[in-house]
């Protein structure tokens, strides 16, 4: 078994403020924009994504974070909504997710309600996607059994001919069961990590209430956590 590699001395600048800001959200906020223009990864705004199972187990996966407005404070994904992910989300509206960026030394937590998004909104992401993904959106019942790759790949020669072949230039229309999610922002936190895995922690809390199909949030409360 090889030796992990050794700690290096983190960057003076990779820390948290003390005091700690009354809103996380604009430091969050900063993160992220930090990875995608430095182009840490070939998708900087991965994200584990967990659920509840059906007999109330976790269930986690990797999407990609498609937007945010972390003015209100929420995040979005798209995905089919008759999957695994989309069916628990039904039963249990509410997720965590993970964001990390090794080479920053940084790690986001995120837990909140879920809310399907606008479906105004869907269909311009939609729109954007390039054909063969629009495709696969119809071709797939995303997480159902299939009995071979052939026969997936016949599902994707189907969707083509049902949708490229008899308009070409026709844009593929969104399907009804696809379409994205906000994960609104109830409970953060930052993690920054230090030398001697004298890690910064610290954890915000607010509230979160019911206002149509959005939310009205209350103020942030915070502590500092050990690591």
């Known amino acids: 078994m090889s030796k992990p590699e050794p700690e290096s001395e983190a960057r003076p600048d990779l820390c948290l403020d003390?005091?700690?800001?009354?809103?996380?959200?604009?430091?969050?906020s900063?993160?992220?924009?930090?990875a995608v223009e430095d182009r840490v990864a070939r998708?900087?705004?991965?994200?584990?994504?967990?659920?509840?199972?059906?007999?109330?187990?976790?269930?986690?996966?990797?999407?990609?974070?498609?937007?945010?407005?972390?003015?209100?404070?929420?995040?979005?994904?798209?995905?089919?909504?008759?999957?695994?992910?989309?069916?628990?989300?039904?039963?249990?509206?509410?997720a965590a997710a993970v964001f990390h960026w090794d080479c920053?030394?940084?790690?986001?937590?995120?837990?909140?309600?879920?809310?399907?998004?606008?479906e105004s909104?869907?269909?311009?992401?939609?729109?954007?996607r390039p054909p063969e993904a629009a495709l696969s959106a119809w071709a797939s019942e995303q997480s159902d059994p299939i009995r071979s790759r052939v026969a997936l790949l016949e599902r994707q020669r189907e969707a083509e001919s049902r949708f490229r072949d008899q308009d070409p230039g026709a844009a593929v229309p969104r399907p009804p069961h696809w379409g994205g999610y906000r994960?609104?922002?109830?409970?953060?936190?930052?993690?920054?990590?230090?030398f001697g895995r004298l890690h910064d922690r610290a954890l915000w809390n607010r509230t979160l209430d019911p206002d149509?199909?959005?939310?009205?949030?209350?103020?942030w409360s915070v502590e500092r956590l050990q690591p």
Not at 212 to 219: H, M
């Open 18 to 28: 003390d005091p700690l800001p009354a809103d996380p959200l604009p430091l969050f």
């Open 30 to 34: 900063r993160w992220l924009d930090e």
């Open 43 to 94: 998708n900087p705004t991965t994200m584990t994504l967990a659920t509840v199972g059906p007999k109330g187990d976790p269930e986690a996966r990797v999407v990609i974070c498609r937007g945010w407005d972390l003015e209100r404070g929420w995040l979005v994904f798209y995905t089919n909504r008759q999957s695994q992910k989309g069916r628990s989300l039904a039963r249990v509206p509410r």
């Open 104 to 118: 920053f030394a940084r790690q986001v937590r995120i837990e909140g309600p879920v809310v399907h998004s606008p």
């Open 121 to 128: 909104e869907s269909d311009a992401y939609f729109a954007d």
């Open 183 to 194: 994960i609104w922002i109830e409970r953060i936190e930052l993690w920054v990590g230090r």
């Open 212 to 219: 149509g199909d959005s939310f009205r949030a209350g103020s």
